[in-house]
């Protein structure tokens, strides 16, 4: 059963801690995105990554580290420098990085730092 | 860098009727998809176009591009219960701040 995978599904986490995120796929995509959603802001990129060991930077990326050591796993670490980090995290990867591949999308991360 | 923009944010319809949401770029666009998100889901892609002024149909939704490829529209018919949630349009990685869509019975 193919698909995509983002644990776990609500995080919590004190302020000033790290907390990683997983995204993992079994479509054999090689481009993978990090998403942030806030209500009423849409989706803002945070990582992509279109190969193996290589990712770029989005519009909100500052806050967040990601790695791409394996080509099915893309986790997201948002660290104690984020200063607003609760928000539904969705993870997605496409076929390839252009932009007329379709993106599918995790069921997301919903974290809420208290 | 590219702004994509979506009106009107949220959009009250009656069943049966129609309604569209609009989406414009600050630049020219190679390609616009647009994606649905029912609540407490994740987006889902919907369809993908690419030429200019290119109309494309799935049902009771409309998909077109403009001429200049700097805008989009989606247009429903007939609106029903299982239109409920947020549409979203994006171009480049850039995505709209979406229309949330709830109907009245």
């Known amino acids: 059963d193919g698909g995509i995978t983002q644990s776990p599904k609500y995080l919590f986490r004190k302020e000033g801690q790290n907390v990683t995120l997983s995204c993992e796929q079994n479509?054999?995509?090689?481009?993978m995105y990090w998403y942030r959603q806030d209500p009423g802001q849409g989706l803002r990129l945070i990582y992509y990554?279109?190969?193996?060991?290589?990712?770029q930077k989005g519009d909100i990326a500052e806050g967040y580290s990601v790695s791409r050591e394996k080509k099915e796993s893309f986790p997201l670490t948002v660290t104690s420098a984020q200063k607003n980090p609760t928000a539904f995290y969705l993870c997605?990867?496409?076929?390839?990085?252009?932009?007329?591949?379709?993106?599918?999308f995790g069921p997301g991360t919903r974290l809420t730092v208290l | 860098g590219q702004q994509v923009m979506q009106i009107p944010q949220y959009q009250h319809v009656q069943e049966g009727e129609d309604f569209t949401t609009y989406c414009n770029s600050s630049?020219?666009?190679?390609?616009i998809q647009w994606y649905k998100q029912r609540p407490g889901g994740h987006p889902v892609f919907l369809i993908q176009?690419?030429?200019?002024?290119e109309v494309k149909k799935q049902k009771r939704l409309t998909f077109q591009f403009g001429e200049a490829k700097k805008n989009s529209s989606l247009h429903i018919t007939a609106t029903q219960t299982t239109d409920v949630g947020t549409y979203f349009c994006?171009?480049?990685?850039?995505f709209g701040a979406g229309t949330t869509v709830t109907v009245r019975a």
């Open positions: 994006a171009g480049k990685l850039s």
């Open positions: 176009l690419v030429k200019s002024g």
């Open positions: 479509l054999n995509h090689d481009a």
């Open positions: 630049t020219t666009l190679s390609n």
């Open positions: 990554s279109q190969i193996v060991n290589d990712f």
């Open positions: 997605a990867s496409s076929l390839g990085g252009s932009s007329y591949n379709e993106q599918f």
